[in-house]
């Protein structure tokens, strides 16, 4: 068996104008699988699960191998096929409609192709058993596709973001990730420089060209932002919300919220809660 095809028509989905997936399946390996798209009508997203291929898209190639995604955007020329002598085996599916068309570029996922290692095999099971299913109504499998492309979307996303800021500085980004863990526990610089194993000028250095900011000052802004949440959201006294978010007392935290949003936090409650 070459392959396992689920097929569809549009009419097999509640709008397929918002989402609907044409294809999807397991290609088994065979040493002259190979596919053109031209001018694509659909996205195609798949997974390698074994062997090795080439991916051309508007002309520009690429070699993918098992572990790797790839995503072939809507519009374009698409071209690939398996290294003869170790084809590929993967999952995929084929879709289109307004519905990812937005996602694709609310999640800035233009002139991305591959994304070498990023394990997508278990979502697209998920989705391949939706498409299996023939009891599903239109309504429902439109739900299911369209939800499971989303987490994919999201998934590529998180790991292109991730894997750029690691590649340009891991320490920065463990710092940034413990940081975003611990708003509301008393940090030190020298605490998060020995975290990384660096002094405390190091860390600064690095950080900053990371993310245009101090450990501090990003340290600051996550609590205000948290502090934001909690004066719209509950009802703690600012005293309290001072206290949960570690910073020295109520005096201090109101001086620090003014002076990052320009009012008072009872103030800014009153405005966010009117």
């Not at 396992?4 to 104008?17: K, M, V, W």
């Not at 698409?78 to 990812?100: E, L, T």
């Not at 609590?223 to 703690?236: D, E, F, G, Y």
């Amino acid at each position: 068996m070459k392959e396992l095809i689920y097929s569809f028509l549009p009419s097999q989905f509640e709008d397929p104008a918002l989402f609907w997936i044409e294809l999807a399946g397991v290609t088994y390996p065979f040493a002259t699988y190979h596919v053109e798209r031209p001018h694509a009508a659909v996205f195609c997203l798949e997974h390698v699960d074994a062997g090795r291929g080439v991916i051309e898209v508007d002309g520009t190639r690429h070699v993918v191998q098992a572990g790797d995604t790839y995503l072939l955007p809507l519009g374009a020329d698409h071209r690939y096929w398996s290294d003869p002598h170790a084809p590929m085996q993967k999952r995929w599916v084929n879709f289109a409609g307004a519905v990812p068309v937005q996602l694709f570029a609310a999640y800035q996922l233009a002139g991305q192709v591959v994304f070498a290692n990023l394990d997508t095999g278990p979502a697209l099971d998920s989705l391949l058993q939706s498409c299996a299913d023939p009891t599903l109504s239109p309504a429902a499998r439109g739900l299911d596709g369209s939800l499971a492309i989303h987490r994919l979307f999201f998934a590529l996303h998180a790991f292109a973001q991730t894997h750029a800021r690691v590649q340009q500085a891991p320490l920065a980004t463990v710092v940034r990730g413990y940081l975003d863990n611990h708003l509301e526990e008393p940090v030190t610089i020298a605490q998060l420089a020995a975290l990384v194993n660096l002094s405390a000028s190091q860390l600064t250095r690095q950080f900053k060209k990371a993310y245009q900011t101090t450990p501090y000052a990003y340290l600051q802004d996550r609590r205000i932002a948290m502090a934001k949440t909690l004066l719209r959201h509950t009802s703690l006294p600012v005293a309290a919300i001072a206290a949960r978010l570690s910073f020295a007392d109520a005096h201090y935290f109101s001086n620090a919220f003014t002076r990052a949003t320009g009012v008072r936090p009872g103030e800014w409650r009153r405005q966010a809660t009117g």
